[in-house]
């Protein structure tokens, strides 16, 4: 057999295990609260595990190894904002959004919870979050279908259409008959994947070039400033700290995030939230520890062995097929796969619980049940997938441009609306619509001028603007109501010291 092949094997085999655990996850779907949340039966560790793969996406495997491999350790602050984000949104969202959307009518999205909290009567504040999460992630969904068929295409030679519909029809096969349980479960196998690989090809990579002393050394000869978190100067300019502090905030994005706040909702308990959070943070930890060393390695291998890589983010590609067997480099480009395929189904059942539950269901005051709202579901998922293939058929940079914003602008959209709602009792509808049009607004000026402080991340001023006037305008209209006074109270008891 040939190395193409030995690869190819590998990753048929991955794939029909996503297709056979969406199959078995369809026998436990029942109802759309469990097509949608699964039930609220997740264990602390699968919705860990679940909450890490769908957040990481191809950016741990080849994006952050290819900055650090290009730039050094300066491109690590990423790393660092989004793990602290992390251990944060795990301490203070989790326990609270899992005890308080259920206090609240059973809320099984982000924005039904929110209405529900708020007692927004007029569903002004489920549809606008509706809709902005239906647009931004039908694009999110249609950016990982592109770069799955730019995967495809680089491993295999294959044509980025046939790649793009291989990646496509499975996720939305297992998605669409699983619903969460199936994204759930296959996000745990293709947590593991991801971790294995950045644990065994910087372990493997250290080895082949002689210890790790050997290691450092070699990356200190190569360039000094590689191993510096400030690249080696003096006194920090205010361009570098304007950088610093940008990569920093990438972790405010995490309060807003509704693919991966969902998974809190769906712990079996309140109490496993705080399982969750070390399993969870353990997890981006080793990982993040082994996409930096995957770096480290390839530089010292390819700007000295071999020359230096034409592609960058193709680091932990490389070190794969040289390292391991082309057998076990497939299962390696099988991790890249999952880490995109993750990302997607966590997407897509997001934007198709947005569709059903807060949109249709909120405009038109259906109630979806059992079987009905279920195949309500599945309907969803097959549109909005639809939909995003068409637009990935185009392969088109402004899809790809687009993500860029969405991180920030559901960070700033929806974050400290999440915090508000379970901090702050004095929260209402209308500081909430106004806080989340605000920070949508400022991301998208702010994101689209350059040059002195627009140069900061534009979740930083989107962030505290949203935080500014959804205090202000909630201080003028709100009203005391002793049923939020109650609910609060009660997911108050219900999360002391957790």
Partial sequence: MTETTFQAVAMIIYLLAMVMIGLFAYNRTKSLDDYMLGGRDLGPGVA?????????????LMGLPGALYLNGLIEG??????TVGAWLNW????????????????SITVPSFLGQRLRDTSNIVRIVAGLVITVFFTFYVSSGMVAGGAFFESSFGMDYYLGMVIIAATTVLYTLVGGFLAVSWTDVVQGIMMLIALILVPVVGIIHVGGFSNLMSEVNRIDPTILSLTHGEGALSGAAILGIVSALAWGLGYFGQPHIIVRFMALRSTAEAKQGRRI?????????????MTALVGIAVYQHDEGKLANPEGVFISLGQLLFHPFIAGFMLAAILAAIMSTISSQLLVTSSALVEDIYRAYTKRELNGADGVLAGRIAVGVIALIAALLAWQRSDS??????????????SFGPIV??????RKLTSAGAIAGM???????????????????LYEIVPGFLLNLIVAAIVSRATWKPNPEIDAEFDQTIAETQGI
């Avoid at 969870?280 to 930096?292: D, Q």
């Fill in 419 to 424: 915090i508000l709602s379970l901090y702050w």
């Fill in 280 to 292: 969870g943070i353990s997890w981006m930890l080793l990982s993040v520890i082994g996409a930096v």
């Fill in 48 to 60: 860990a595990l679940s909450a890490g793969a769908a957040d990481m996406s191809g950016w741990l």
């Fill in 91 to 106: 301490k203070f969202t989790a326990p609270r959004l899992r005890a308080y959307s259920k206090i609240a009518s059973n």
């Fill in 77 to 82: 602050w990423i790393a660092v904002g989004l």
């Fill in 437 to 455: 049009v605000t920070g949508a607004v400022v991301v998208g000026i702010w994101g689209n001028i350059s040059g002195g402080i627009f140069d």
């Fill in 399 to 412: 899809i790809l441009g687009l993500v860029a914003f969405a991180w920030a602008g559901f960070g700033a």
